[in-house]
């Protein structure tokens, strides 16, 4: 069964890599957003992905891995996503990981979990689009341009926006979403409190937070209301990937 990510408004991406006390840990996974994705550009081991599951499963929120690292594939994990970088000037995150990862893992992968994300990686300052070597100067056109091939050539699921650590050009992400015909537009980078939420909602299907989370908790959780509003149910329910949302 295709597994559907269609009605996910609000995702909190967590980072193996930084501490997290149980009550931020709790805040987030009761907060009412549709979704936890592990992850990060550095220091993810299976270690300490492992911890952050266990200590996630306590609650009862849909819990993805975004693989970046094939050392800290943990089985457990409700959907793996999987990044591929559009604009990378090396053809390894793109595919070539990938390649090396099906030679590793062969017949072990469950392949109705993995979910492929076009990245379109953004801010030339992180760490993201400086191990990935992405051309991050891209106007909108070719920033469409690039989603475009990924959503109507490759028919991936998913154009992901990534300007990790700074807010990202509203406009952009606008023109970038408007050319989509079947792919879901996750936009991450500097959501921060309500009004950013709002304003990265209002241009994409799904926001991700990430930094506000360790920075600024009360900002972090403001950022579901503003976007949930009324439909928050507490967040405690795993429900359904299999949902009939729509864009
Ligand atoms: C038994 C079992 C469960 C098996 C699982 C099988 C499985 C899932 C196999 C893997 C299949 C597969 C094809 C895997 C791909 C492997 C891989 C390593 C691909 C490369 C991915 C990639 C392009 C990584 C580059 C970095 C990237 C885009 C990471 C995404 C996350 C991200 C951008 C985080 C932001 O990072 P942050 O920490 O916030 O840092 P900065 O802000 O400083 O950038
Ligand atoms: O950490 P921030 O800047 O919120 O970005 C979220 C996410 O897109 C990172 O991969
Ligand atoms: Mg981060």
Known sequence: MKQSLQSWRHVFKLDPDRPLE??????????????????????????????????????????????????????GFDLYMIPMVLNTSRSDW????????????GYMIPWELLVPEGYLVLNPDSTVARVTEATTGLDAAAAAAYAQVADKLLQMPIIYVEYSGTF?????????????????????????????????A??????????????????ALSTVRAV???????????????????R
């Open 94 to 105: 793109l595919v070539g990981q990938h390649a090396r990862a099906v030679e590793q893992y």
């Open 202 to 219: 209002a241009v994409s299907d799904t926001i991700v937070v990430g930094n506000a989370i360790y920075s600024d908790l009360q900002g």
């Open 22 to 75: 149980d009550e931020v840990l709790e805040a987030i996974c009761m907060s009412g957003s549709d979704a936890v994705m592990v992850g990060g550009s550095s220091g993810v081991t299976y270690e300490n992905t492992v911890d952050l599951l266990s200590r996630i499963r306590r609650f009862e929120i849909p819990c993805v891995l975004e693989v970046s690292d094939l050392e800290a594939v943990v089985p």
């Open 228 to 246: 949930k509003g009324n439909s928050i149910t507490g967040g405690s329910s795993n429900g359904s990937f299999y949902g009939s949302g729509s």
């Open 168 to 200: 990202g050009d509203m406009e952009l992400v606008a023109d970038v979403r408007r050319c989509l015909e079947g792919a879901r537009l996750f936009y991450g980078g500097g959501i921060h409190d309500a009004e950013t939420a709002r304003r990265a």
